[in-house]
């Protein structure tokens, strides 16, 4: 089933038209650019895999009785941020270069 972008009858405009909501006259894929959306959550989704096993590989590292230490009186959310987050900050730094190296590489081969 292809989807397609049509300013005024494609599917995400049938489907909110069948739900009753009311959209500009140029349609929800008219306003903005739909190319570049699609692109960009196909571009998202094909770097999800890799973010996904890097994160999990580190978080995997993590000893359990390092987690099972937490301060006392300390939330989940004090724990991740002064324990969790310091201790996978390698990888944090990996995914940021990544990121880096895939924008500069787009930028490069969009001229």
Do not use: E
């Not at 973010?51 to 987690?67: D, E, K, P």
């Not at 944090?92 to 969009?110: E, K, N, W």
Request: aromatic share 10%.
């Amino acid at each position: 089933m292809a989807i397609h972008l049509r300013p005024k009858n494609g599917l995400l405009n049938g489907f909110l038209s069948a739900i009753g909501a009311r959209f500009p006259a140029r349609g929800v894929a008219g306003v903005t650019t739909p190319r570049l959306w699609a692109i960009a959550v196909v571009a998202i989704w094909g770097s999800v895999g890799f973010y996904v096993v890097l994160f999990t590989a580190s978080m995997g590292s993590i000893r359990m009785s390092c987690t099972k230490r937490r301060c006392d009186g300390a939330t989940r959310l004090q724990t991740f941020w002064r324990l969790t987050v310091p201790l996978i900050w390698d990888s944090i730094q990996v995914r940021d270069h990544f990121l880096i190296i895939g924008a500069l590489d787009t930028l490069r081969s969009s001229r």
